[in-house]
C-alpha cells in the first residue's frame, strides 16, 4: 500500500502479507511482515470490531475507524472481499472502466485494476487526496 504524501509530508508505504476470511459482517484479517511476523489481527462480527496488536486489544466502532488507525487511511474493507475476487462488491454502486483505461471498475471512490487477475493480482487506487493504491497478489492455492 502506498499513500501520496500531502501538505509537505512525504509518502508512506506499507508492505507485507495479509490473510482476510469471512465476510463484511464477520471475519478476520491478518495482517504481517513480508517474513512472516504476525504484526495484527482485526477481528469484526455485529456490534464488535476488535485489533490485536503485541501492545493489547483495542475496540473500534467499525471497520474504517480500524483501517484509519492502523494504516493511517480508511479502507473498504466490506468491498475487498469482492474485489479480490476480481468483482464490484454488491453493497454500493459500480460503474465499469472503459478501454484505453484498464480493465476493471470504479466503485466507493476507488479505480480497481483487473488488468493482472489472471496473474493473480489486483490494483485499487483512490484518487481523492491523500491518493492510495493498495496492490495484492492473490495466493490461489
Not at 464490484?88 to 472502466?97: D, F, L, Q, R, Y
Amino acid at each position: 500500500m502506498r499513500v501520496d504524501g500531502v501538505d509537505g509530508a512525504g509518502p508512506r508505504s506499507l508492505t507485507g502479507a495479509f490473510e482476510l476470511r469471512g465476510d463484511a459482517r464477520s471475519g478476520r484479517l491478518s495482517l504481517s511482515t513480508p517474513l512472516g511476523s504476525l504484526i495484527a489481527q482485526a477481528r469484526w462480527a455485529p456490534g464488535s470490531v476488535v485489533l490485536v496488536t503485541p501492545q493489547g486489544e483495542q475496540r473500534f466502532d467499525d471497520l474504517d475507524a480500524l483501517t484509519r488507525e492502523v494504516v493511517g487511511e480508511s479502507l473498504p474493507v466490506a468491498a475487498l472481499f469482492d474485489w479480490l475476487r476480481g468483482r464490484p462488491w454488491p453493497g454500493a454502486p459500480s460503474v465499469a472502466t472503459q478501454a484505453p483505461a484498464e480493465p476493471g471498475f470504479e466503485q466507493l471512490g476507488w479505480t480497481v485494476s483487473l488488468a493482472h487477475f489472471d496473474e493473480a493480482s489486483i490494483a485499487a487506487r483512490r484518487a481523492q487526496a491523500p491518493v492510495v493504491v493498495v496492490r495484492a497478489k492473490l495466493d490461489r492455492s
